[in-house]
């Protein structure tokens, strides 16, 4: 079984930074997506980056420049460092993962930027 658990939310102001972790435990496919999801109040959980295991990473709009998804695969571990954060980041986040034909997912930390 796999599991998931995210570390590194908090509060910030407008303009700091984050970084998010992500751990992994269990049976891991070496071919994979590592995922970063947020969830706002009242909107759906929506995905902000990803990272495959063939190298392609990819943000939605309103994070590029300033989010960066990385990973290390030998500890089963991916990040999110999230800079210059803005009030609208604030949200749940989530990691998950695509693993050999599943999706599994944290259970969320959170992140709020205010003054």
């Known amino acids: 079984q796999v599991q998931l658990v995210e570390s590194g939310g908090g509060l910030v102001q407008p303009g700091g930074s984050l970084r998010l972790s992500c751990a992994a435990s269990?049976?891991?496919?070496?071919?994979?997506?590592m995922q970063w999801n947020r969830q706002s109040p009242g909107k759906q959980r929506a995905l902000v980056a990803i990272?495959?295991?063939?190298?392609?990473?990819n943000y939605i709009d309103s994070v590029k420049g300033r989010f960066t998804i990385s990973r290390d695969s030998a500890k089963n571990s991916w990040y999110l460092q999230m800079n210059s954060l803005k009030p609208e980041d604030t949200a749940v986040y989530y990691c998950s993962l695509v693993s050999a034909s599943q999706l599994y997912w944290g259970p969320g930390t959170q992140v709020t930027v205010s003054s």
């Open positions: 990272s495959s295991s063939t190298g392609i990473t």
């Open positions: 269990g049976s891991i496919s070496s071919i994979n997506t």
